[in-house]
């Protein structure tokens, strides 16, 4: 397997404009994970789903921010509108369930750097 | 909530020489701890995975080892290499996704 797929792997936009990014979790992972990683507050869990349902978005961090998942394979992370204060890393990463519920070993993608301008 | 530390924030020792990271968390109730390296600007890779009733892990020069009953983990690092320079990100979780540590920055000088 080609482990964790994002794309796309920079993206540099202006403010005020949508961002899509987007991940391809391991082929048979039912959990589904999306994480920011910046300087001042590390790694911060936004999102994740379980068999392509959300189950927890407490940390998606303002309505701007919105993550579908519309099938096992595929989930977009959206920013509309972006803001400078939303450049950060954006990782994807998803976990096999060989115990029931999200805490198995995940597998991270290589992230999406985004920089808003 | 469960919170994750890591001490300490940055490392820097000579080549050669053997080293301890440091991982404490305040709920003892974890399904596994992971430990992960991370490279400038890149992923985060797996380290080892320590399952809740596990005391340690070992995979060639590295070795974690867990005491859930006080919250604490260590890596474990032999004859460190330049190679080896990186940020070390420890991570528990429970029945809730990973929470993770803010990391320790290595450098392994030559």
């Known amino acids: 397997d080609a482990g964790v797929i994002q794309s796309p792997r920079h993206e540099v936009t202006e403010m005020g404009q949508e961002v899509t990014l987007r991940c391809k979790p391991i082929?048979?992972?039912?959990?589904l994970f999306w994480y920011r990683q910046t300087m001042m507050r590390g790694l911060e869990l936004l999102i994740y789903?379980?068999?392509?349902?959300?189950?927890?978005d407490s940390g998606m961090p303002e309505d701007r921010f919105s993550a579908k998942m519309p099938n096992a394979s595929f989930s977009t992370l959206k920013i509309q509108p972006s803001e400078p204060r939303d450049s950060a890393v954006y990782f994807c990463?998803?976990?096999?369930?060989?115990?029931?519920?999200?805490?198995?070993?995940?597998?991270f993608g290589p992230g999406t750097r985004l920089t808003v301008l | 909530k469960q919170e994750v530390t890591q001490i300490p924030a940055a490392l820097s020792v000579p080549e050669g020489e053997n080293l301890v990271l440091n991982c404490s968390f305040t709920?003892?109730?974890?399904?596994?701890l992971q430990w992960f390296r991370q490279d400038p600007g890149k992923g985060l890779t797996s380290l080892l995975l320590?399952?809740?009733?596990?005391r340690e892990q070992t995979s060639g020069r590295l070795n974690a080892s867990l005491d859930k009953s006080s919250g604490r983990s260590t890596l474990y690092i032999a004859a460190s290499q330049p190679g080896d320079s990186a940020t070390y990100l420890c991570?528990?979780?429970?029945?809730?996704?990973?929470?993770f540590g803010k990391g320790t920055r290595l450098s392994v000088i030559a």
């Open positions: 990463a998803s976990s096999f369930p060989l115990l029931a519920g999200p805490g198995n070993e995940q597998f």
């Open positions: 082929s048979g992972h039912d959990y």
């Open positions: 789903f379980n068999n392509n349902v959300p189950i927890d």
């Open positions: 709920d003892s109730a974890i399904y596994n």
């Open positions: 320590i399952q809740s009733s596990q």
């Open positions: 991570a528990v979780s429970g029945n809730t996704p990973l929470v």
